[in-house]
């Protein structure tokens, strides 16, 4: 079974400064990542999704995150973060197209003004 | 065309009640399935339809059930309520289909239920 974990649970940054936030995933297959993104009081929406082919993806609003398989990492990250950047952000792994979406507990990343 | 609907948005309920929450996926989703959400537990998968039948299902109790109908909307109750089910309850629809898509879901924005 796959499973995920998310390290940060919390991250405060201030504004403009770069972030990275940490998945890391266990599986015994090939799996597909994604990064949802949760604004307050939505739904999530995807920020970016890695299926194969290249490691570094990017993704809206100038985030990019990068697949390590020896790592089991998919780490995201982005160069200068912005106020509205505030939310929470939920890394997901998926064995096939039709197996269930396994999610990690979230990082609630906050920017400082 | 028109995004994942989940009806109610905010419903207040008492222990021991029933409650049914209602979710239309985008057209063409054939999957819908159903998350929990809370403070503490994070994310958890409660189930997944595809074409009117359960095709994956997380460990939540029998009280929670669902259905889909021949539209692919899909309903989800949750019976004999308790304080613990308190939670922001997501629906999202995808493809479903094999060799097709990535499994990436598409959600809603959630029905937000408050037990008393």
């Known amino acids: 079974a796959q499973s995920v974990t998310q390290l940060d649970s919390q991250v405060p940054v201030f504004e403009e400064a770069p972030v990275e936030l940490r998945c890391n995933y266990s599986?015994?297959?090939?799996?597909?990542l994604f990064w949802y993104v949760q604004y307050p009081n939505q739904g999530l929406q995807l920020l970016l999704k890695y299926l194969s082919g290249s490691t570094l993806v990017k993704g809206i609003n100038g985030f990019e995150a990068e697949f390590n398989k020896s790592q089991t990492s998919f780490h995201l990250r982005k160069p200068s973060v912005h106020i509205s950047d505030t939310a929470e952000y939920f890394c997901a792994v998926v064995k096939t197209s039709y197996d269930k979406v396994i999610f990690g507990p979230g990082t609630s990343l906050s920017v400082i003004p | 065309k028109a995004g994942v609907t989940q009806t109610p948005r905010y419903l207040i309920k008492t222990r021991g009640q029933q409650v049914t929450l209602s979710c239309s996926p985008i057209s063409g989703h054939r999957s819908v399935s159903w998350y929990q959400q809370t403070p503490g537990q994070g994310l958890q998968f409660l189930f997944e339809?595809?074409?009117?039948?359960?095709?994956n299902k997380g460990n939540f109790p029998g009280r929670f059930s669902g259905r889909q109908f021949s539209n692919s909307r899909s309903e989800m109750n949750v019976s004999t309520l308790e304080l613990g089910d308190s939670a922001l309850y997501l629906c999202?629809?995808?493809?479903?289909?094999?060799?097709?898509?990535?499994?990436?879901?598409?959600f809603g924005e959630g029905s937000r239920l408050t037990v008393l």
């Open positions: 599986s015994s297959v090939s799996v597909y």
């Open positions: 999202a629809s995808r493809e479903g289909l094999a060799g097709q898509n990535t499994g990436e879901l598409f």
């Open positions: 339809y595809f074409s009117e039948t359960q095709r």
